[in-house]
């Protein structure tokens, strides 16, 4: 490697890690509440239902949001719009800590859900600028590490401060965490613009949109992430009831096993170098399926909690595979206006996860967890092998094209 070269990917690794600090802080603020609910709850004089509006409040701005950031990004550049989505999330997560009775507390979840949904989607669509198609995937399963490291933590901080510290506590980090990343953002916006020039668009929803929809590789993503999104996601939510349920574990050790999924991402960040070459896109598909089924069949038919962690490592290794996968291809969709794609994807898969939780919430009370998962598991399955096999023919159509 040249002079140029490796200080050209030194540059590259720096502006990646700040973009994944910044998934970090999202990640976090989006998973912080999951475990504080009964001390929420307690702490504003409501129950479980009406503490849940914390989580609720802040997912539905979070994905009304997409359609406002994708057009935003193009038209000004994504990093100076990811950059101020951060320091307005440090706000935000401020306004969270400070709130004095829930009705402020719900405004301001509200508003940190909408300062986050900036954030992830737009610093993939950066990367999507600056990182050319054939080194992406890798590339972006690095960036990952800081939303999987923040999920998880999300979900464990949440719990000890409901137990052991004040509910606020959490979100006084986030405020810390979203200054300093912001700082960072703000500081590198020549460099990262030396790395990727903005090209700005007309940034109308509509005529963007346009653009993205006519373009069926599109349209086929797009559908794919709602289908992942419906099957996994759904019954997943209600894994770690059905491990309390079948194999008698308290929920906060259920929890616990639960964050191990995060781990399974982990193991694909770390290996992504070595996976992708080797696999490809249709194989890491069709492999990431192959694995959510294997994980979401061990944790619906076992009888004993030790396998839990078998079974949430290997789903959430096979989940980031084909995630990952469509990620990339999201990216490259529609590159002249791939701010709005990757949101409209992101939006996508919201809804995907908003309509797998309320089906599997039906599903549960007539026919139980353990179908419902064990469902979910197949479903998946059938989603990847069909992306697979789309994906397939579409390379083929493309290379047909271009000989």
Request: aromatic content about 8%.
């Amino acid at each position: 490697m040249n002079g140029d070269s490796a200080e050209s990917a030194a540059r590259e690794r720096q502006l990646i890690v700040m973009l994944s600090l910044a998934a970090f802080g999202s990640a976090m603020s989006m998973r912080v509440a999951d475990a504080q609910l009964p001390a929420l709850g307690s702490a504003f004089g409501v129950g479980l239902a009406g503490a849940a509006q914390v989580i609720t409040v802040f997912s539905v701005a979070y994905g009304v949001l997409q359609l406002a950031y994708g057009p935003l990004g193009d038209r000004h550049g994504k990093w100076h719009v990811v950059t101020l989505a951060v320091l307005a999330s440090a706000a935000t997560a401020f306004a969270c800590a400070a709130a004095t009775d829930f009705t402020t507390l719900l405004i301001a979840r509200a508003a940190a859900g909408a300062t986050c949904a900036g954030i992830i989607p737009l610093s993939m669509a950066w990367i999507g600028d600056a990182v050319p198609y054939e080194r992406r995937q890798p590339v972006l399963a690095r960036f990952l590490t800081g939303q999987i490291a923040g999920m998880a933590t999300g979900q464990w901080l949440g719990g000890i401060s409901a137990d052991y510290l004040d509910w606020r506590a959490p979100f006084a980090l986030l405020t810390a965490c979203f200054l300093i990343s912001g700082l960072l953002l703000w500081r590198t916006r020549a460099l990262a613009a030396s790395v990727a020039p903005p090209v700005p668009r007309s940034g109308r929803l509509l005529r963007e949109a346009g653009y993205v929809l006519q373009e069926p590789w599109a349209r086929v993503v797009l559908g794919v992430v709602f289908l992942e999104g419906t099957v996994q996601y759904g019954p997943f939510a209600f894994l770690a009831t059905h491990l309390h349920l079948q194999t008698n574990v308290s929920l906060t050790i259920a929890g616990a096993l639960v964050t191990l999924y995060a781990l399974g991402g982990l193991v694909f960040a770390l290996a992504s170098r070595r996976l992708v070459p080797r696999l490809g896109e249709t194989g890491l598909a069709r492999g990431g399926g192959a694995l959510m089924l294997l994980g979401f069949l061990i944790a619906a038919l076992s009888p004993v909690w030790w396998t839990a962690p078998v079974a949430c490592v290997a789903t959430g290794l096979g989940f980031y595979m084909f995630h990952n996968t469509l990620q990339t291809n999201a990216t490259q969709m529609a590159p002249q206006a791939r701010g709005l794609a990757v949101s409209l994807f992101a939006a996508a898969f919201f809804l995907g996860q908003t309509a797998g939780v309320v089906l599997a919430s039906l599903a549960v009370t007539w026919v139980g967890t353990r179908v419902v998962l064990a469902a979910g598991g197949v479903g998946v399955l059938l989603v990847a092998l069909l992306f697979a096999a789309l994906r397939a023919r579409h390379s083929a159509r493309v290379q047909g094209r271009t000989s």
